[in-house]
């Protein structure tokens, strides 16, 4: 069973300062992982994903996930936070096996940028 | 980029009434669409996959009577909640995946709808 833990709830930084969201997961194989991003009342908007290849992602409004595989891990990180990235932060799962394989998703986590 | 859209964006009924929720690709071809349900300050949880052409798979604990999904073409899967009641009020979301990546061994990601708001009284 493929599942993503994301242990804080809440994370809360400051504007400038650098920022991770944390997020492991388990899978039976290898796993192609996701990081979604979403604004009150509306849908996930996608930040980055990892398939294969270099293990730093870079993904959309300056943001990157490292995945660490002996750690299973797939953090997701941003040099410099800026207010506008308060949100919620969704990182998803899915097992390499087929292109029909739904999404497993982490709880949320809620990154609070205070100016 | 690809887009996805959901008609109605909210919609308020009364209960017992049926509500029928659209979910279209709008530029791309989706040979699958998945639809979440999502509480308050909850994650999504998927109830099924639908698959253009041929019956949506639900996911355990989800009433197939009262959720239909219909994937009748590669843009357009609706999903009807019948008979709803107040329990039923959630965000719903769809999502869709590009026809382009069915049948490999590769995953292209999801593309997301907006989410529809359901309010039941």
């Known amino acids: 069973a493929q599942s993503v833990a994301q242990p804080e709830d809440q994370v809360n930084v400051a504007e400038g300062n650098p920022l991770t969201v944390k997020c492991t997961y388990s899978?039976?194989?290898?796993?192609?992982l996701f990081w979604y991003v979403q604004y009150p009342n509306r849908g996930l908007q996608f930040l980055l994903k990892?398939?294969?290849?270099?293990?730093l992602v870079k993904g959309s409004y300056g943001f990157e996930a490292e995945f660490n595989k002996s750690q299973t891990s797939f953090h997701l990180k941003k040099p410099s936070a800026l207010v506008s990235d308060s949100a919620l932060y969704f990182c998803?799962?899915?097992?390499?096996?087929?292109?029909?394989?739904?999404?497993?998703f982490g709880k949320g986590t809620r990154l609070s940028v205070i100016a | 980029g690809a887009v996805v859209s959901q008609h109605p964006s909210w919609v308020i009924c009364k209960s017992g009434t049926s509500v029928k929720i659209e979910c279209r690709s709008l530029d791309f071809q989706a040979t699958t669409m998945f639809w979440y349900r999502q509480f308050p300050k909850q994650s999504l949880m998927l109830m099924a996959t639908s698959n253009e052409g041929s019956k949506a798979t639900y996911e355990q604990g989800v009433e197939k009577d009262k959720f239909l999904i219909n994937h009748a073409s590669l843009t357009l899967s609706t999903l009807t909640v019948t008979s709803a009641h107040p329990e039923d009020s959630s965000f719903y979301i769809c999502s869709a995946r590009d026809r382009a990546w069915a049948g490999t061994s590769g995953q292209g990601e999801q593309f997301f709808g907006p989410g529809t708001r359901l309010t039941v009284l």
């Open positions: 990892y398939i294969t290849g270099d293990n």
């Open positions: 998803a799962v899915t097992q390499r096996h087929s292109g029909n394989t739904p999404l497993v």
């Open positions: 899978v039976s194989g290898n796993p192609y």
